[in-house]
C-alpha cells in the first residue's frame, strides 16, 4: 500500500474529500512536544505532518514503523523555485518530480542527501528542503547554486524512507519564486493558501497516473559535494 505525505491540509484536500478515505484512529503523536500529526486510510494512507523537516521525519517514521504494509512513499506537495536565472525558468504551476534532495539549516548544507525514485513523466529536478522558509533574495541566492527547488520537509521523509528500505518519490509543484521581492513573507503564503485546492487537484491527477511510475533503487544515503 502507499503513504502519500503532505506537509499541509490544503495540499491533500483533493485527496481526503476521496470518499474512499477516512481518518485512521488516533492522531500520531509527534515527538514530546505533544504535536500530531493527521493520518488517513483510504486505497492509500495519507499524513499529514506540519510544517518542517524533523516533523516530517518522525511522523512518517512512526506510520513506517505501525503500518508494514506501506510499501512505496510519495511526498506530494507545493515547492518554491530559488533559481530563476535559467534561459527557461519553470512557470508556476510546473510539475516537477525530485530526483535528489539536499537539507539546509543556517546557511550550512547537510553532509547526507537522498536519491529518490524516479516518476518517468515530469521533469527531474533537484530540491533542498530548509529548516527556515525562504522569505529573502539573499537566502534564496545562496541556496540556487546547489538545486533550483526549495520545501519544508522532502528530506526528512526520504531519511526516514532509507532507514526502512523503501523507495521514495517526490512531486512537486511550483507555487512560488521566493527570490523575487515580495512585499511580505505573509503575502507569498497568502498567495499559495489561495491557489491550494488548484494544486490539490494537480497533485491528485498526478497520482491517477500512478502506473507510469517506473520503480529503481531506494532513496540512497550521498554527499551534496558530490554533484
Not at 157 to 169: E, G, I, N, Q, T
Request: aromatic share 10%; with cysteine.
Amino acid at each position: 500500500m502507499d503513504l502519500l505525505v503532505f506537509a499541509h491540509f490544503g495540499e491533500a484536500q483533493a485527496f481526503i474529500n476521496d470518499i474512499n478515505t477516512c481518518p485512521a484512529g488516533r492522531p500520531v503523536l509527534i515527538g514530546k512536544s505533544g504535536k500530531h500529526a493527521e493520518l488517513w486510510k483510504g486505497r492509500y494512507y495519507l499524513l499529514i505532518t506540519g510544517e518542517g523537516i524533523e516533523y516530517a521525519m518522525l511522523a512518517t517514521v512512526r506510520v513506517l514503523s505501525q503500518y508494514r504494509e506501506i510499501s512505496r512513499i510519495i511526498n506530494l506537495g507545493v515547492c518554491g523555485q530559488v533559481d530563476i536565472t535559467q534561459i527557461n525558468p519553470l512557470a508556476i504551476g510546473t510539475a516537477i518530480a525530485i530526483r535528489n534532495v539536499y537539507r539546509e539549516s543556517n546557511l550550512a548544507f547537510a553532509a547526507k542527501s537522498f536519491t529518490l525514485n524516479r516518476y518517468a513523466d515530469l521533469p527531474f529536478l533537484d530540491l533542498i528542503s530548509t529548516e527556515k522558509r525562504v522569505n529573502d533574495s539573499q537566502h534564496a541566492q545562496f541556496l540556487a547554486p546547489c538545486a533550483p527547488l526549495v520545501d519544508r520537509e522532502l528530506w526528512g521523509v526520504a531519511f526516514a524512507c532509507k532507514d526502512f528500505s523503501l523507495p521514495c518519490y517526490g512531486i512537486k509543484i511550483i507555487s512560488d519564486f521566493p527570490s523575487l521581492e515580495r512585499p511580505s513573507a505573509e503575502k507569498i503564503c497568502d498567495t499559495v493558501k489561495s491557489m491550494a485546492i488548484g494544486y490539490s487537484l494537480q497533485l491528485y491527477q498526478q497520482y491517477a497516473n500512478w502506473p507510469s511510475l517506473t520503480a529503481t533503487s531506494p532513496a540512497m544515503a550521498s554527499s551534496p559535494l558530490s554533484k
